[in-house]
């Protein structure tokens, strides 16, 4: 089990040498167990094979990797980004046959989505989910909407966060909505603003309510919808009132950080920058310098003076290739025992190795394919972000 993750280097040496392909499990139904072939090969071993894998499938093959994919993983990656920037390059890379996506299971979702009818999206492992993702069904948000279409009439627009399944990006697309990502939440509310009198913000209570705050909307304007409580937990009053409604979900990585460990980290070092994922609690981005998407934390440190120190919030295989490729500068996390995000990192190379494999002789495995139906609404909400963004 992977728990004081700073030191991944030696988490995953132990993964290697108990012999035991511990990083396979939990199974998500339809992944394929992985023969004894590639459990058993090493990291030089498995890494060869991808290089010549890749190699062989040419310009056919592009692949994608998500800033918070381990070095093992983001070194095989053609392009890498944050959610936002993935999401463009797969719209954009339609000379690709095939596009093998090193993130989690919505994001290879969008991939497909944007991507031409002839390219084929594959997630190495499917049972790379998203926790903060399974936190809103589309039965509950189905439910919360007839709720409160029926107490606050046809005034609200609903605004999923990337980080959620095709299904309820295609409920925004029937409705009117929009999907907006961390590097776009400001801009996407305000045209959700535009259109209509109040938002329902899903999964994420933290991006909705920090995106609200930062507008300058009152807390007492953004109420948090509990899916288990009766109108969410909530008066028929305060919902009528609200500016944003926020679905009662969050990332289990950027929730962990706290005012504290900011507190602490000044206390050591006055002179210390700290920047934040906007997916953290507002007391967090409240107390910190800098607040940005994934591609905006990379960007910030790139362009920092050398000499200075930054205390970073977000998940720790990205900072940990930060303070690396940045020796001029102090580069830590803010949470001394972080762990990574767990559903990121069933992304191991020897899933890599596999479905490259199957792809070389002629399979294709893992296709990430959203019904055309679902994905026809759901392209609808994904470009309305691109156009606003
Ligand atoms: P971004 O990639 O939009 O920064 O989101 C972070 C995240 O948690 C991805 O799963
Ligand atoms: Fe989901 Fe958080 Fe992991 Fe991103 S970092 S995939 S939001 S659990």
Redesign the pocket.
């Known amino acids: 089990m992977l728990s004081t993750c700073n030191d991944l280097a030696s988490s995953e040496k132990a993964l290697y040498s108990s012999g035991r392909a511990q990083w396979q499990a939990p199974q998500r139904p339809g992944q394929e167990r992985l023969s004894a072939a590639y459990t058993r090969l090493s990291p030089e071993e498995l890494a060869a094979s991808v290089w010549e894998n890749k190699r062989q499938l040419g310009d056919r093959l592009v692949i994608l990797g ?3 994919q381990r070095d093992e993983v983001i070194k095989f990656a053609d392009f890498r ?4 920037k ?1 999401s463009q390059l797969a719209a954009a890379r339609n000379d690709a046959e095939y596009i093998l996506f090193c ?2 299971h919505f ?1 290879a979702e969008s991939a497909d989505i944007l991507s031409g009818p002839h390219q084929q999206v594959i997630l190495p492992n499917l049972s790379a989910g ?1 926790s ?1 993702a399974d936190m809103a069904t589309i039965d509950d948000v189905e439910a919360c909407w007839a709720d409160v279409t029926r107490v606050c009439g046809a005034s609200t627009i609903p605004v999923t966060y ?2 959620s399944a095709a299904n309820l990006k295609a409920f925004c697309g029937r409705h009117g909505g929009i999907v907006c ?3 776009n939440a400001d801009k996407v509310l305000r045209w959700a603003f535009a259109h209509g009198e109040r938002v329902l913000f899903f999964p994420d209570q933290h991006l909705g309510r920090n995106t609200g705050a930062k507008m300058g909307i009152p807390l007492d304007q953004m109420q948090v919808w509990d899916p288990r409580q009766p109108l969410g937990g909530n008066s028929a009053t305060a919902l009528r009132e609200a500016r944003i409604i926020l679905w009662k979900g969050h ?1 289990s ?2 929730a962990r950080f706290t005012a504290e460990q900011i507190a602490g980290a000044r206390q050591e070092d006055a002179k210390v920058n700290v920047l934040v ?1 906007p ?1 953290c609690t507002l007391d967090v981005v409240q107390s910190a310098d800098f607040v940005g ?3 905006y ?1 990379v960007r910030t440190i790139e362009q920092a003076a050398p000499g200075t120190s930054w205390a970073v919030g ?2 720790i295989n990205l900072v940990k290739r930060l303070a690396n490729e940045h020796p001029d500068k102090r580069i830590f996390c803010l949470d001394p025992i972080v762990c990574p ?1 767990s559903t ?1 990192y069933r992304i191991h190379p020897a899933f890599i190795a596999w479905a490259l494999d199957n792809l070389v002789a002629g399979r294709v495995v893992n296709r990430i394919a959203v019904p055309a139906a679902i994905a026809d609404q759901a392209r609808t909400a994904l470009n309305r972000m691109l156009a606003v963004a």
Not at 81 to 84: I, Q
Request: aromatic share 6%.
């Open positions: 998500h800033h918070y980004g944050d959610s936002f993935l993130g989690v994001m998203c903060m990337m980080n990502t961390s590097s990332c990585v950027h994922h997916e998407s994934t591609e934390i977000t998940e995000c990121m």
